[in-house]
T-cell receptor, first 113, second 115 residues
Framework: KAGVTQTPRYLIKTRGQQVTLSCSPI?????VSWYQQTPGQGLQFLFE???????NKGNFPGRFSGRQFSNSRSEMNVSTLELGDSALYLC????????????FGPGTRLTVT | DQQVKQNSPSLSVQEGRISILNCDYT??????FLWYKKYPAEGPTFLIS?????DKNEDGRFTVFLNKSAKHLSLHIVPSQPGDSAVYFC??????????????FGTGTLLAVQP
């Protein structure tokens, strides 16, 4: 079974631009979560989707948004990029809602200059 | 407010010896605790978990201990191998009144196993 895939793997943007990151979960998985990893901060929860519905949202500004499609693929969008948004963005999928064991993709490394 | 804390940013252990990674938490509502391992340029990989109603869970070389009164958990790796060198994250899931996959992560501990 193929793992979680994320595209693109690396991205460089300038301040003020917007960016869209994509995540394809493991086949059959319907739950997708997004996390931001920065040095010294560990992984910070962004949001969680199940069956196209946002179930949970972390403490991030409204510039961060996401959605999930009917095939369980998910996208996250960051508008008006700031230097502090530079991070590794990780997507995780799970077989069902409430299943704590999650499988992570390799991440998208976003650099904002 | 850091609800899950890993106070040791790094740990160095000799091959064959025991590695002990520690994690403290503040929220008594967490119902599951997990350990993930992360290599550079890869996503975290699930290692082992423990329910809040247990105090020990073992899987091969990996054992997780939970001390609820101290709000402390630890991961023991015995024997340690050079391939275990990675960043280890402790994570917890809270009871939010509904099904959720939201995890709260610690900041990680870099384990280096010396040959």
């Amino acid at each position: 079974k193929a793992g979680v895939t994320q595209t693109p793997r690396y991205l460089i943007k300038t301040r003020g631009q917007q960016v869209t990151l994509s995540c394809s979960p493991i086949s059959g998985h319907r739950s997708v979560s997004w996390y931001q990893q920065t040095p010294g901060q560990g992984l910070q929860f962004l949001f969680e989707y199940f069956s196209e519905t946002q179930r949970n949202k972390g403490n991030f500004p409204g510039r961060f948004s996401g959605r999930q499609f009917s095939n369980s693929r998910s996208e996250m969008n960051v508008s008006t990029l700031e230097l502090g948004d530079s991070a590794l963005y990780l997507c995780a999928s799970s077989s069902r809602e409430g299943r704590y064991e999650q499988y992570f993709g390799p991440g998208t490394r976003l650099t904002v200059t | 407010d850091q609800q899950v804390k890993q106070n040791s940013p790094s740990l160095s252990v000799q091959e064959g010896r025991i590695s002990i990674l520690n994690c403290d938490y503040t929220n008594s509502m967490f119902d599951y605790f997990l350990w993930y391992k992360k290599y550079p340029a890869e996503g975290p990989t699930f290692l082992i978990s423990i329910s809040s109603i247990k105090d020990k869970n073992e899987d091969g070389r990996f054992t997780v201990f939970l001390n609820k009164s101290a709000k402390h958990l630890s991961l023991h790796i015995v024997p340690s191998q050079p391939g275990d060198s990675a960043v280890y994250f402790c994570a917890a899931r809270g009871r939010y009144g509904g099904a959720t996959n939201k995890l709260i992560f610690g900041t990680g501990t870099l384990l280096a196993v010396q040959p």
